[in-house]
């Protein structure tokens, strides 16, 4: 068995320790001391990491009541060695972790809400509650759960005995057994957790809901705290002063600023459309009529521009009108229609001769080409269905 220093003082980062046992296993060293502070994964809180000696501690795992240190080189038996944990990580984490406790305790006390999933990532965590909650409800959530980190309280770590554990109230996912480590904040949230907190909420600093969705009949939500919430907040601020500076606008006016960018833009969307369907009916009066097929080049973008000129160049070839036109990252796209060829039952011939993807009806189908300009024309200079 080995002694959890993380359960006696969960801001204990350096310890001195013996080496139990040191197995190799996969191109990794397996070690066992007699007490750690390096926290194994468990309740959603990935494994601590740092050094032992002189190897770096990659991974922590516990079996049994023995924790396994998973290491980048050996150790010695029976020798004392200096073990430190990745500090602002294990900071970083308890943060979260407690701040997840209070956003899940205050939504079970505002909404009868049920954690029914929890994930810690290295950026963020997501937790899943198995209620719907609303934008007013979820501000709500985050600002009570905040007033709990202003009030500093403090978090109790205890085992009941299996007495008092049968009368005890706390959240927990799945029926427990043997020795119940329970996680209380008094008025906020009591649950069953096995993983390092901090002492006071206070540690926590800010909690922030970032996103949320529906998941399940219930509600994700992706979530950040302390140091993560103060970087992303930074991150964010940055991201507004320079698209104020790009909009020539001052920061508290940047979405009125981009509202009047997008209209522009709508606008300027409409008048091409518009000269765009008259430039295809002035290509196509100019095309003259044939008996065979016509292609052409174009460069508008717009696709149902595009489909209107073949629509128009269909009544002026007795075989296919296609056009070509640019598509996204320089990538080239066609549509072809006929009144006398069946193009569904062509296309395979068709994209094999221009080396293409697509499909469509009878009458119309469109895609994408990967030939070269002279090859497509060669093909469609002379194909007939």
Not at 136 to 147: F, G, K, Q, Y
Request: net charge negative; with cysteine; glycine share 8%.
């Amino acid at each position: 068995m080995t002694t959890r220093l993380y359960y006696i003082d969960s801001h204990q980062f350096e310890f001195t320790a013996t080496v139990l046992s040191c197995t190799e296993n996969k191109n990794r060293w397996e070690v066992v001391l007699d007490e750690t502070a390096f926290f194994p994964e468990g309740g959603g809180q990935p494994a601590d990491t740092g050094v032992l000696g002189t190897v770096s501690v990659t991974d922590v795992h516990e079996k049994d009541g023995t924790v396994f240190h998973y290491c980048d080189g050996p150790l010695e038996p029976g020798a004392e060695v200096t073990g430190q944990l990745d500090r602002e990580q294990r900071l970083r984490r308890m943060q979260n972790h407690s701040g997840e406790h209070i956003l899940s305790g205050t939504a079970h006390r505002l909404y009868e809400c049920e954690n029914v999933g929890f994930h810690m990532g290295e950026s963020s965590m997501v937790i899943d509650f198995d209620r719907e909650l609303t934008r007013e409800d979820l501000l709500c959530l985050e600002t009570e759960a905040n007033e709990a980190v202003r009030a500093n309280l403090p978090v109790r770590t205890f085992y009941p005995s299996d007495e008092e554990l049968k009368v005890l109230e706390y959240r927990s996912k799945k029926e427990l057994q043997g020795d119940v480590r329970i996680v209380e904040i008094p008025g906020v949230d009591r649950c069953a957790c096995c993983a390092p907190h901090v002492n006071c909420t206070g540690e926590v600093g800010l909690i922030k809901i970032l996103e949320a969705e529906r998941h399940r009949g219930g509600v994700r939500l992706q979530v950040i705290c302390g140091m993560q919430a103060l970087e992303e907040v930074r991150k964010r601020q940055q991201s507004v002063t320079e698209i104020s500076a790009l909009l020539s606008a001052k920061r508290d006016e940047v979405v009125p600023a981009v509202q009047r960018l997008l209209q522009e833009r709508d606008g300027l969307k409409e008048k091409n459309a518009a000269l765009a369907m008259e430039l295809v009916k002035f290509r196509a009066a100019q095309q003259p009529d044939t008996d065979g097929n016509i292609c052409l080049f174009e460069t508008i973008p717009d696709e149902i521009a595009v489909r209107e000129l073949v629509n128009l160049l269909m009544e002026k070839c007795k075989g296919i009108a296609a056009v070509f036109f640019p598509g996204a990252e320089g990538s080239l796209r066609y549509i072809i229609g006929s009144r006398t060829v069946d193009l569904r039952r062509a296309s395979r011939d068709i994209n094999t001769g221009i080396g293409g993807r697509g499909g469509g009806r009878p009458e119309m189908i469109q895609g994408s080409a990967s030939a070269r300009q002279d090859e497509i024309e060669a093909f469609l200079k002379t194909f007939s269905a």
